[in-house]
């Protein structure tokens, strides 16, 4: 079966928080794409198990690591599990967030760093364990799932926009450091997504309403809408593409 010029079949990829949202519709574009695939979770096995399942329904192969990329120890962990049982590492994706805020005045030390930690720390400690593989290879594919909260901030959630804002720093710094070693950097930049991360935020019909009419494209992007363009970023077609940002908001953020 031919893969369109993807030339992304046999590749191996690890994808933080790849059993729900918009990390399990990655974990299924790229095992459609024949992608081998390291589904690593916290919480949730039965999700995950799950993901596993439907990835190695397109014919490919398929590990559930539980890890908490946010500890350097746990991302080393998960890159030298999906090493073990495959034999490489040609693709990272990190998705792995939280979405949790408080008026400046009421967030505490312990909300700031959670979610700090998972989103920014996460994405360094898992490229930090991913990169020896990929430059033994002299290749590599690195995906961040940053947010338009990182380009244009987000009220009432600043710890949050301030991980996201790091991400999109994180990637282009790394793009060039990792370049002359065969390694494309890249970060995605979603808009409003229809996850369990947004439910209780649209889950009052003006609330959505108002979310919509706040789109040019009058529409909630699927998580489905996010992982076919990081599937591209892993792709042969984006092999010239590295430092930037793919806006994926419906027109709600126009820039770059």
């Not at 073990?84 to 967030?107: H, I, Q, T, Y």
């Not at 793009?175 to 070693?181: D, F, K, Y």
């Not at 792709?235 to 430092?243: L, P």
């Amino acid at each position: 079966m031919s893969d369109l010029g993807l030339n992304l079949r046999g590749r191996v990829a690890v994808v933080t928080g790849g059993s729900r949202g918009i990390g399990r519709a990655v974990v299924e574009r790229l095992a459609e794409a024949g992608v081998n695939v390291s589904i690593n979770y916290v919480r949730g096995e039965a999700a995950a198990a799950e993901a596993k399942r439907t990835a190695e329904g397109f014919g490919v192969r398929a590990e559930i690591i539980r890890g908490d990329v946010s500890s350097v120890a746990e991302a080393l962990a998960v890159a030298r599990a999906t090493f073990e049982k495959f034999g490489r590492l040609d693709v990272l994706v990190c998705n792995a967030g939280l979405w949790e805020g408080a008026p400046v005045e009421e967030m505490n030390e312990d909300l700031w760093g959670r979610v700090l930690d998972t989103n920014l720390k996460g994405t360094w400690a898992a490229c930090r364990a991913a990169v020896p593989y990929m430059k033994r290879q002299a290749f590599g594919r690195i995906v961040i799932v940053s947010s338009t909260a990182g380009q244009r901030g987000e009220a009432y959630y600043s710890n949050y926009a301030a991980s996201k804002g790091g991400q999109i720093s994180f990637a282009k710094s790394l793009a060039v450091e990792l370049a002359p070693n065969g390694i494309n950097v890249n970060a995605v930049a979603p808009g409003w997504v229809s996850t369990e991360m947004t439910a209780d935020a649209l889950s009052e019909e003006g609330e959505r309403r108002a979310v919509e009419d706040s789109i040019p494209l009058r529409r909630i992007a699927s998580p489905d809408e996010i992982a076919r363009p990081v599937v591209f970023l892993c792709s042969d077609w984006a092999r010239h593409i590295t430092g930037e940002v793919l806006n994926v908001n419906g027109g709600s953020v126009l820039c770059g």
